[in-house]
């Protein structure tokens, strides 16, 4: 999955809450949370960084090796694709 191309839905609501980051899918009702790396790539996403963009601050932010986050990563945002939080281009 390129990352590079990861686009939010138009249809998700994100709100900070305790710590966590919620998301609220509007289309379907459902609720969501994100962990602290989950909770950064939406941030950094939502701010107009791409993904690429994201994980290369991201690398700088998290001790974490590039091989770690970059299957972290990619498990999350096949996990948010899966859920029609985001789609891929």
């Not at 962990?35 to 290369?56: D, H, I």
């Amino acid at each position: 999955m390129p990352l590079e191309n990861l686009q939010l839905s138009d249809d998700v609501v994100a709100r900070e809450l305790s710590g966590e980051l919620m998301l609220l899918d509007l289309a379907s009702g459902k609720y969501f949370g994100l962990n602290a790396v989950g909770a950064r790539l939406w941030q950094l996403l939502e701010e107009g960084q791409n993904t690429a963009q994201a994980r290369e601050i991201m690398l700088d932010e998290f001790d974490v090796t590039p091989e770690r986050l970059d299957g972290d990563l990619a498990d999350l945002i096949g996990q948010l694709v899966d859920a029609g939080l985001a789609k891929v281009d």
